[in-house]
């Protein structure tokens, strides 16, 4: 593994855990050269994703700018990285196992959504917004209306 400091491939794994519901390996390493620690990820990738996007345009499936995403979402909630990641994992599982290899955006969008809904009602508003190019307050106000009832609907049929 390569040094993300000073390029040095000399680096040794100083612990190793499970992380993300056991979907991943987190290991702590070390450079050997010029002794900076930093930490990597390994998890298992069953295909390569190819995101279609609204304009037609194919890019590959980047699992860290849906990180980001959601945790623009959820900024100064009360939810911690670790459920992030959860929800992150939990998307890329439902990719994977879909068994295509290329996803629309609106699908990968709406698996976001879903998972959001489930965490954060704030950060699932937040997310939308973007999501769906809210233009003005309005849409916001049709969003939640139209979510609550949703939600009421939801509740009734318990």
């Given amino acids: 593994m390569r040094c993300p400091f000073c390029g040095s491939e000399n680096t040794s794994v100083k612990d190793s855990r499970s992380a993300e519901d056991n979907t991943a390996v987190r290991r702590r390493r070390v450079c050997e050269a010029c002794?900076?620690?930093?930490t990597t990820f390994e998890r298992v990738q069953?295909?390569?994703?190819?995101?279609?996007?609204?304009?037609?345009?194919?890019?590959?499936?980047d699992r860290e700018r849906l990180a980001k995403s959601i945790t623009i979402a959820l900024?100064?909630?009360?939810?911690?990285?670790?459920?992030?990641?959860q929800m992150v994992s939990g998307i890329v599982r439902?990719?994977?196992s879909a068994g295509e290899t290329e996803v629309s955006s609106n699908d990968v969008g709406e698996f976001a959504m879903e998972a959001?809904?489930?965490?954060?009602?704030?950060?699932?508003?937040?997310?939308?917004?973007?999501?769906?190019?809210f233009r003005d307050p309005n849409d916001?106000?049709?969003?939640?209306?139209?979510?609550?009832?949703?939600?009421?609907?939801?509740?009734?049929?318990?």
């Fill in 46 to 61: 069953l295909r390569e994703i190819t995101v279609v996007k609204r304009d037609g345009k194919r890019v590959p499936f």
């Fill in 75 to 85: 900024r100064k909630r009360p939810v911690d990285r670790e459920q992030i990641d």
């Fill in 94 to 96: 439902k990719l994977e």
């Fill in 35 to 38: 002794g900076a620690r930093f």
């Fill in 116 to 133: 959001l809904r489930m965490v954060d009602p704030v950060g699932y508003v937040r997310f939308a917004s973007v999501y769906k190019d």
């Fill in 140 to 158: 916001f106000a049709h969003f939640i209306e139209k979510t609550s009832l949703d939600l009421d609907e939801e509740g009734d049929e318990e």
